[in-house]
């Protein structure tokens, strides 16, 4: 099954959806094993460190430092990862009402790490912006 690449289409059928919990961003040393207590919803390693994207709860049980207290919206339509100026559209959208935005693309779907204290305003956003399209 290949993902939708019609920009109109991905923004037509995105349905936005927010996931429940608070998440967070964590970093450890490069060759640091990740804490077994924590169960990442991503990570990625880079050269500086590894980064954990875990619940804010799980960081703060085994006491990992953290960054961008967020809401994970999933935009569930099943986007192609060669799906062009999907994310872009959306990004700008949160840009242009000051809502900062960590897009993850994932195989099935796109994700969107919005401030915590924002997450209902950059929901009602994407639905304003999907009922535009609808119309």
Not at 66 to 83: D, G, K, P, R
Request: some cysteine; glycine content about 6%; proline content about 6%.
């Amino acid at each position: 099954m290949t993902g939708e690449r019609d920009l109109n289409a991905l923004l037509r059928d995105m349905k936005p959806e927010m996931q429940p919990g608070a998440f967070v961003f964590c970093t450890i040393p490069p060759n640091e094993p990740i804490p077994a207590a924590v169960n990442p919803l991503l990570t990625f390693r880079e050269h500086e460190g590894t980064t954990l994207v875990i619940r804010r709860e799980e960081a703060e049980r085994v006491g990992l430092r953290y960054a961008f207290a967020s809401s994970l919206i999933t935009l569930t339509v099943h986007s192609s990862l060669e799906a062009v100026g999907f994310l872009a559209a959306i990004t700008a959208r949160l840009a242009e009402a000051g809502i900062s935005v960590n897009a993850v693309s994932a195989f099935h779907h796109d994700h969107l790490f919005v401030p915590a204290d924002r997450a209902d305003e950059a929901m009602a956003l994407l639905h304003d912006r999907f009922r535009q399209k609808q119309g």
